[in-house]
């Protein structure tokens, strides 16, 4: 985003602030009451009776005192400097019927709760209840929410969150109905993924840290910052448009009423790492690219430093600033180990004037890794052949040490009862090392006899940093009151990837009988040291050892506004939205060539390659190795997207049918995204962009079929854009032997029709019994294919528009306690959901063909990719409040699901697999909990495969281990 852009963001986000807290509290005085240390207090909310919305402005007085207030804008009050004893309450709120709660107790230095709800004039009651309103990260407040709610949704609370022993937001989406997680950290919702599932954080979009697509990582949040989590699966028009499969909205910590304060510690181990055990670990590289790579005289080849001192000095100088380490080695770790601490406030200053306080931090370092793993890459050699013959076949280690640290601030300040204005700020910050060694063939470029490695050292540095400010403020009284909202947040996501280091390189066994070389022996990976080994790299084969700097930073400035009123009977709401995304993604890689000396000169020691062999040799003008500067201008690049959207919404009860109500209306959407590549001439860049102007329809049907049971229909049309990185030309790769991927400029964005049918009952507090079944029809759906255009020797991944896909399916949902089952099953409860799904998307008639070739009458259709045909989740829990005991577990499962589009048909896919998670926690005394968990308690590996003839060949296999956890907790 550039400076202008950014600091016009800025001002216009400090003048909203001073307009609201100035502005509206010009009329409040500075006056301020001294409390009373022996003074007790109430706080509550009131809610409007049937529907349980706050309402705001209620009147609220002890009676026979002079203490009195008003409900905020959430239905909330507080009462304080209450003397001990026994008071009567008196509620009242235009419209709505006066409540008297009598006899409520008051003690010296405490708070009573009292939340209560007002049933409107019309209804007659002949005595007053008084009924809690529960938490928004409750399940059962959850549940009462969804119940009200317009749109399909689902949602995980932080009591869940608690119980299920999630450590981030991506380890609670997978126990949500119809989501699961890829990689550990991007959702699927109904087996749709990318960008099909928008994330917001607080209500306000989040950009992806993804370089490769639009996924936003869910790891990077952790779960003790969370209140709730809720998807939303259709479409509404005060909503941005750009899901699909649902809208992810990650609520942090609301601003409390009262003083809290949390702290928890854990250490955990998993089972391919042991308990202090031993992992591969990067060796320690560059921080940036080096100073002396900027140099003028640094020269392009080797062939410009014959006749030139500087440039030879320069080259000397750039090799030897390249001189760390390469190779990836085993280490010792010191187990996993989390802190979370938490604190808040609200109090009362200026008369009355309610201010929240909200803090939060946490600190997680953690080890995971395999020894065992495999990679293999396959190729259809002919159309009679029997099976796949791999192009490269490798045994892989990895180990990754991941330290992930989040923050969060929140102030809430209400100038007027009527007005509130809320600031918070969230930082999360994740370092990931990896190390990866694979060794094995490459059948596609090496004979029988050689073998080859190689060896990678990753550095990923990401952070999101996000500020916000909200204000919602209420004009005119009563129940015809209108309610505006407002709210403008920054956002800035870094990643940086410092010298990720990749080094390959071939080796055979010299014969001891002949001056010829032999087959490699059957424990050659123990013999790879001995002196009988020739080391080589072939660069017609394989790339050089390289180093890239990635470095990746975008900036998103999201703002909305809505007004809300009622006209009669119908609630009209009407807003809009504006977006402005900015990526800045930059890319240089330098090469290590060899000029006297060679790997083999080196023992096959990386290091020693890249080191001592560096630079000028003593006494002479020749190089041992020398680096050269081989970055792409294609590879770097520039990307905007501006999106702005107006929309109007009415919910109405629909003429002559009470329980029958209507929400819907039309968002009117504009998008607009420009890439270009940073080519030194322009007439040289890339680019890529496109421009739509898209009418969103929506339509909710809502059907009370009873007090707790609610049918719904709905229609709405969504779209879905293409990332940055996938309409940029830029060409990356993993591994040698992998897939080059590349960005196709000429992608369109999708336009998706969806239909949702649900019947859901809620039973009493936290239980729901549900059915759903949905249908989505996919215009220019976008896929990762692999070119039909590249070479077998580099085959290429890029992306493509489909015609068109087809997706529906059903869902199923129960949670049940079993108390009313049998008295001594009243603290157990069960619950679980499954996913069906199928998809469809036409297949083009060259890979019908080529799938002719070897297997009759092929399905002219596939699954679409990323699809999976099913999802489980079950979970039996054990809840004892008395005895402060809790025992849960929960048990996964999803279906295959298609990773790669391959031309012939022979497509790749992420096989299905099952996990099983126990947690137990016991509360020890007053405030202290111990905590243990098991997760992956089945040992799943991750499998990769392809399926030819009726035979599987695996691409890859990675083992995930069991991960075992303790920990203390205390609450105040």
């Not at 750039?318 to 390469?326: D, E, H, K, N, Q």
């Not at 009355?352 to 600190?363: D, H, M, P």
């Not at 395999?370 to 293999?376: L, R, V």
């Given at each position: 985003m550039d400076v202008v852009r950014m600091r016009g963001a800025w001002s216009l986000v400090f003048v909203l602030v001073l307009s609201s807290i100035g502005c509206l509290g010009a009329s409040a005085q500075d006056e301020t009451d001294p409390e009373?240390?022996?003074?007790?207090?109430?706080?509550?909310?009131?809610?409007?009776?049937?529907?349980?919305?706050?309402?705001?402005?209620?009147?609220?007085?002890?009676?026979?005192?002079?203490?009195?207030?008003?409900?905020?804008?959430?239905?909330?009050?507080?009462?304080?400097?209450?003397?001990?004893?026994?008071?009567?309450?008196?509620?009242?709120?235009?419209?709505?019927?006066?409540?008297?709660?009598?006899?409520?107790?008051?003690?010296?230095?405490?708070?009573?709760?009292?939340?209560?709800?007002?049933?409107?004039?019309?209804?007659?009651?002949?005595?007053?209840?008084?009924?809690?309103?529960?938490?928004?990260?409750?399940?059962?407040?959850?549940?009462?929410?969804?119940?009200?709610?317009?749109?399909?949704?689902?949602?995980?609370?932080?009591?869940?969150?608690?119980?299920?022993?999630?450590?981030?937001?991506?380890?609670?989406?997978?126990?949500?109905?119809?989501?699961?997680?890829?990689?550990?950290?991007?959702?699927?919702?109904?087996?749709?993924?990318?960008?099909?599932?928008?994330?917001?954080?607080?209500?306000?979009?989040?950009?992806?840290?993804?370089?490769?697509?639009?996924?936003?990582?869910?790891?990077?949040?952790?779960?003790?910052?969370?209140?709730?989590?809720?998807?939303?699966?259709?479409?509404?028009?005060?909503?941005?448009?750009?899901?699909?499969?649902?809208?992810?909205?990650?609520?942090?910590?609301?601003?409390?009423?009262?003083?809290?304060?949390?702290?928890s510690v854990s250490t955990s181990f998993n089972s391919e790492v042991g308990i202090g055990g031993n992992i591969l670990r990067p060796v320690s590289g560059l921080d940036a690219v080096p100073a002396v790579a900027s140099d003028e005289n640094v020269p392009e080849t080797l062939g410009q430093t014959l006749n030139d001192p500087d440039q030879r000095a320069a080259l000397d100088a750039?090799?030897?600033?390249?001189?760390?380490?390469?190779s990836p080695g085993p280490d010792d770790t010191v187990g996993?180990?989390?802190?979370?601490?938490?604190?808040?406030?609200?109090?009362?200053?200026?008369?009355?004037?309610?201010?929240?306080?909200?803090?939060?931090?946490?600190?997680?370092?953690?080890?995971?890794?395999?020894?065992?793993?495999?990679?293999?890459?396959?190729?259809?050699?002919?159309?009679?052949?029997e099976g796949l013959s791999p192009t490269a076949d490798y045994t892989t280690r990895r180990g990754v040490e991941k330290t992930l640290m989040g923050g969060l601030i929140g102030l809430s300040v209400q100038p007027a009862p009527q007005h509130e204005v809320q600031l918070r700020g969230i930082y999360n910050e994740d370092n990931e090392k990896e190390a990866r060694i694979e060794r094995g063939r490459l059948p596609r470029d090496l004979s029988s006899g050689q073998l080859f490695e190689t060896r990678v050292s990753r550095t990923t540095d990401r952070a999101v940093r996000s500020?916000?400010?909200?204000?919602?403020?209420?004009?005119?009284?009563?129940?015809?009151?209108?309610?505006?909202?407002?709210?403008?947040?920054?956002?800035?996501?870094?990643?940086?990837?410092?010298?990720?280091?990749?080094?390959?390189?071939?080796?055979?066994?010299?014969?001891?009988?002949?001056?010829?070389?032999?087959?490699?022996?059957?424990?050659?990976?123990?013999?790879?040291?001995?002196?009988?080994?020739?080391?080589?790299?072939?660069?017609?084969?394989?790339?050089?050892?390289?180093?890239?700097?990635?470095?990746?930073?975008?900036?998103?400035?999201?703002?909305?506004?809505?007004?809300?009123?009622?006209?009669?009977?119908?609630?009209?709401?009407?807003?809009?939205?504006?977006?402005?995304?900015?990526?800045?993604?930059?890319?240089?890689?330098?090469?290590?060539?060899?000029?006297?000396?060679?790997?083999?000169?080196?023992?096959?020691?990386?290091?020693?390659?890249?080191?001592?062999?560096?630079?000028?040799?003593?006494?002479?003008?020749?190089?041992?190795?020398?680096?050269?500067?081989?970055?792409?201008?294609?590879?770097?690049?520039?990307?905007?997207?501006?999106?702005?959207?107006?929309?109007?919404?009415?919910e109405l009860p629909v003429p002559g049918v009470p329980a029958l109500k209507f929400v819907g209306g039309a968002r009117l959407e504009y998008s607009d995204l420009f890439m270009t590549t940073q080519h030194d001439e322009p007439s040289d860049r890339l680019q890529g962009s496109f421009e739509t102007m898209d009418v969103l329809p929506s339509a909710n049907l809502i059907w009370s079929l009873r007090n707790n049971m609610n049918l719904r229909v709905a229609y709405g049309r969504t779209l879905a854009l293409p990332s940055f990185r996938e309409v940029s030309p830029a060409e990356t790769f993993n591994f040698v032997g992998d897939y080059i991927e590349r960005g196709s400029p000429d992608l369109n964005r999708t336009l998706v029709d969806n239909v949702d049918l649900r019947w859901e009952w809620f039973l009493r507090g936290g239980e729901v019994l549900s059915a759903s079944v949905f249908y989505k029809d996919f215009q220019d759906p976008i896929?990762?294919?692999?070119?039909?255009?590249?070479?077998?020797?580099?085959?290429?991944?890029?992306?493509?528009?489909?015609?068109?896909?087809?997706?529906?399916?059903?869902?199923?949902?129960?949670?049940?306690?079993?108390g009313t089952v049998a008295e001594?099953?009243?603290?157990?409860?069960?619950?679980?959901?499954?996913?069906?799904?199928?998809s469809e998307v036409t297949r083009t008639e060259e890979v019908l063909e080529a799938i002719r070739a070897y297997r009759d009458n092929p399905s002219e259709t596939r699954p679409l990719q990323g699809q999976s045909p099913y999802i489980v989740n079950l979970n039996v829990g054990y809840e004892n409040p008395g005895a402060g005991t809790s025992v849960n577990v929960l048990f996964n499962r999803f279906g295959d699901r298609l990773q790669t589009v391959a031309r012939n048909g022979i497509d790749i896919f992420e096989q299905g697999r099952s996990s099983l998670d126990v947690m137990a926690s016991q509360r020890l005394t007053r405030g202290v909990e111990a905590k243990i968990s098991v997760k992956n308690a089945l040992n799943a590996d991750e499998v990769v495969s392809q399926t030819f003839r009726g035979s599987e060949f695996v691409n890859d296999r990675r083992p995930l281990g069991r991960t075992v956890s303790v920990g203390l907790s205390y609450s105040y």
């Open positions: 009373v240390e022996t003074a007790g207090a109430i706080t509550g909310t009131v809610v409007e009776a049937g529907t349980g919305d706050p309402l705001p402005g209620a009147n609220v007085t002890v009676e026979g005192t002079g203490n009195g207030t008003s409900t905020d804008l959430n239905g909330r009050y507080q009462l304080r400097n209450l003397e001990s004893g026994t008071y009567d309450v008196l509620f009242s709120f235009v419209g709505f019927q006066r409540k008297t709660v009598t006899n409520v107790e008051v003690s010296a230095g405490a708070t009573t709760t009292l939340d209560v709800q007002l049933a409107e004039e019309t209804e007659q009651l002949d005595e007053v209840v008084v009924s809690a309103e529960a938490a928004r990260d409750s399940e059962a407040g959850l549940l009462k929410k969804r119940a009200k709610a317009a749109a399909v949704s689902d949602a995980i609370s932080a009591e869940t969150i608690s119980r299920s022993g999630a450590g981030t937001a991506a380890d609670a989406m997978s126990k949500v109905t119809g989501a699961s997680v890829t990689e550990g950290k991007y959702v699927n919702v109904r087996g749709l993924q990318g960008r099909y599932v928008d994330t917001q954080l607080d209500g306000s979009k989040l950009p992806s840290t993804d370089p490769d697509g639009n996924s936003v990582a869910l790891d990077l949040f952790p779960s003790n910052l969370i209140d709730n989590i809720v998807t939303t699966k259709t479409f509404t028009p005060d909503r941005p448009a750009d899901f699909t499969g649902g809208s992810v909205d990650i609520t942090t910590k609301s601003l409390p009423s009262s003083f809290f304060a949390n702290v750039l090799s030897r600033a390249f001189a760390t380490g390469v996993n180990r989390s802190a979370e601490i938490s604190a808040g406030d609200r109090f009362t200053i200026a008369d009355g004037r309610s201010v929240g306080i909200l803090a939060s931090f946490s600190y997680d370092e953690s080890f995971s890794g395999f020894n065992d793993g495999t990679t293999t890459r396959f190729k259809q050699t002919g159309a009679e052949a500020g916000e400010v909200k204000g919602t403020h209420r004009f005119g009284g009563g129940a015809d009151g209108i309610r505006v909202e407002w709210r403008s947040s920054l956002s800035k996501i870094t990643r940086d990837e410092p010298d990720y280091r990749f080094f390959s390189n071939q080796f055979q066994f010299r014969s001891q009988e002949t001056d010829g070389f032999q087959s490699p022996p059957e424990d050659w990976e123990r013999s790879m040291g001995d002196d009988n080994v020739d080391y080589s790299i072939s660069p017609s084969i394989y790339p050089r050892p390289t180093r890239f700097f990635r470095d990746l930073e975008e900036d998103s400035w999201s703002n909305s506004l809505s007004a809300e009123m009622d006209v009669g009977t119908i609630k009209l709401k009407a807003g809009g939205n504006y977006q402005v995304r900015s990526r800045e993604f930059r890319e240089r890689r330098f090469e290590h060539f060899s000029d006297q000396n060679s790997i083999n000169d080196a023992g096959g020691n990386p290091d020693m390659y890249v080191n001592d062999l560096a630079g000028l040799r003593d006494g002479a003008d020749r190089f041992g190795t020398y680096v050269l500067d081989r970055s792409q201008p294609r590879n770097n690049y520039d990307a905007d997207l501006d999106r702005a959207a107006g929309f109007l919404m009415a896929e990762r294919t692999i070119d039909a255009g590249s070479d077998a020797a580099n085959e290429k991944t890029t992306f493509t528009n489909r015609e068109s896909a087809l997706v529906y399916g059903a869902e199923l949902e129960a949670r049940k306690r079993l001594w099953l009243q603290h157990v409860q069960v619950g679980g959901n499954l996913t069906l799904t199928h």
